[in-house]
């Protein structure tokens, strides 16, 4: 009895102990965060660098731009060789016409101003008859390509004309010309809404004298001027060196430099119609 006392008695005083020291807890690990990611840095241009642009297609000769002349004319230099270069399928206001200064300035905007470097896409002939070559001028930017052509027509510094048999595109450049004439744009300014004013009817008192008609006087320089009347400003001269009768106009390289003298046979015309109908061609620079 005594040994069964002290054994309940062993079994209380371990279960009171064991109430008092629970087991001390596990701490979870500490998260130790991964460095922050550092991405690369962003490209930035530099001002001599410009983008990329798309590539040029097949068949196109690359060109550096020297001198725009007028609205569908450039100087260009390719593969070590200065040209002439028309553009093909549009025609734009030649020297004396209204909007020739227009038409010149868009142009350079579009071949100096935005690229100095074009593409020339030939069609059917090479050369027109004064040697010129005859190209579709194209400039390329980071997403898209632009016919230079196409735009003067688009913003109504020329309009389309067909030269046959150079037509691959004058579908392209007929619809550029209608949209133009759609958005009131002919010739570098909108066209004018004519204002209808009425006449009032007058009743004779007596009966009208017969008027004798003034007859017209012949405008421009249909056998070239010995002076320039205004407006006229081709020069026709006659080489010192050949005896070739040479035309220039301005913004040709040898204009300014050009000095007519009448007593010589050299005149100055209005239009290079007359030029050409009184024998004279035009330079080629």
């Not at 130790?32 to 983008?51: A, D, F, G, V």
């Not at 958005?183 to 017969?210: D, E, F, S, W, Y």
């Not at 026709?236 to 040709?252: A, V």
């Amino acid at each position: 009895m005594r040994k069964i006392l002290l054994l309940t008695l062993s079994l209380f005083l371990l279960t009171a102990c064991g109430s008092d020291t629970m087991p001390t807890a596990i701490p979870y690990p500490t998260y130790t965060t991964q460095p922050t990611y550092t991405p690369y840095p962003t490209y930035t241009l530099q001002p001599t660098e410009t983008p990329a642009s798309l590539p040029p297609r097949q068949g196109w000769q690359k060109a550096r731009v020297l001198h725009v002349d007028d609205g569908d004319t450039i100087e260009v230099a390719a593969n070590g060789q200065t040209h002439k270069v028309r553009y093909i399928g549009i025609d734009a206001p030649e020297v004396g016409e209204p909007c020739y200064t227009e038409a010149t300035q868009f142009n350079s905007y579009l071949v100096v101003s935005q690229a100095k470097v074009v593409y020339l896409e030939k069609d059917s002939s090479e050369v027109d008859l004064y040697g010129r070559l005859l190209r579709y001028v194209w400039v390329i930017g980071p997403d898209k390509y632009t016919m230079v052509n196409a735009e003067l027509v688009a913003m109504g510094y020329a309009i389309a004309k067909a030269y046959p048999p150079d037509t691959r595109y004058q579908p392209f450049l007929t619809q550029m010309q209608q949209q133009a004439q759609q958005a009131g744009l002919t010739l570098c300014r909108p066209t004018p809404t004519p204002t209808l004013t009425a006449i009032p009817t007058v009743t004779p008192t007596r009966k009208p004298q017969a008027v004798t008609a003034t007859p017209a006087i012949p405008a421009g320089c249909p056998q070239g001027c010995v002076t320039a009347p205004p407006g006229c400003v081709i020069k026709g001269n006659i080489s010192s060196s050949s005896g070739e009768r040479i035309y220039h106009i301005p913004g040709q390289r040898y204009y300014e430099q050009t000095k007519i003298e009448p007593d010589k046979g050299e005149r100055w015309f209005c239009t290079e119609e007359e030029a050409l109908a009184n024998g004279w061609r035009k330079s080629k620079q």
